[in-house]
């Protein structure tokens, strides 16, 4: 629960126990339904991604990018300073952005370093901070938990992160976010 969110949706994180975990296996899929004896009317994977080797360090999760501006040359600079400080992967999950800004999404996607999600939400409920701030600020969960679940088991740490913000280590011995982290 949070806030009283009366003129739109919120968001549910929904957790259960795995009766097949003590065999050691995982689901291929799920259903959700509303009681206990109803029928199952939907059929959701199973996200149960493993590394093979070492867990990846970094991965910043770019939120509901929505930006009718070109912003290209920022999300250049940010993406280039995020390379500097060893970052590992950049997650960003679009609503509507500029022809340009995808453009660079494209070419930094094609060099494996950002995924690139297109998300929607129903069009009853505003996607704009205007419109109804806290339906804004909820929605931006989903991008969240989803990169973060998504990658639980990849990735060692997940900064939620917007192209206006970095992480700027203040000591001349930390020249990456693993100097950072280690020391």
């Known amino acids: 629960y949070w806030g009283e969110n009366k003129a739109g949706a919120s968001p549910y994180l929904i957790s259960c126990n795995n009766p097949l975990a003590s065999q050691g296996l995982v689901p291929a899929y799920v259903s959700l339904v509303e009681d206990q004896c109803s029928y199952a009317n939907n059929l959701m ?3 149960n991604k493993r590394p093979r080797g070492q ?15 070109d912003i290209s040359l920022q999300v250049i600079e940010w993406a280039e300073i995020l390379k500097l400080f060893e970052l590992d992967t950049v997650i960003v999950y679009v609503e509507k ?20 999600r297109f998300i929607k939400f129903p069009h009853q409920f505003p996607n704009q901070r205007s419109e109804n701030f806290l339906q804004w600020l909820q929605s931006d969960l989903v991008s969240y938990h989803d990169a ?13 992160m917007d192209v206006d913000e970095f992480i700027m280590p203040l000591f001349d011995e930390d020249r990456t976010w693993h100097d950072l982290v280690r020391r």
């Not at 991965?59 to 930006?67: D, I, K």
């Not at 088991?153 to 997940?158: A, D, K, P, V």
Request: aromatic share 22%.
């Open 45 to 47: 994977p199973v996200s």
């Open 55 to 69: 867990r990846k360090s970094f991965l910043v999760c770019w939120r509901g990018a929505n930006f009718d501006d």
């Open 97 to 116: 952005l500029h022809a340009n800004v995808m453009k660079v999404l494209h070419h930094y996607r094609t060099l494996g370093f950002f995924i690139v």
């Open 148 to 160: 973060f679940y998504e990658n639980l088991y990849l990735y060692e740490f997940m900064i939620p």
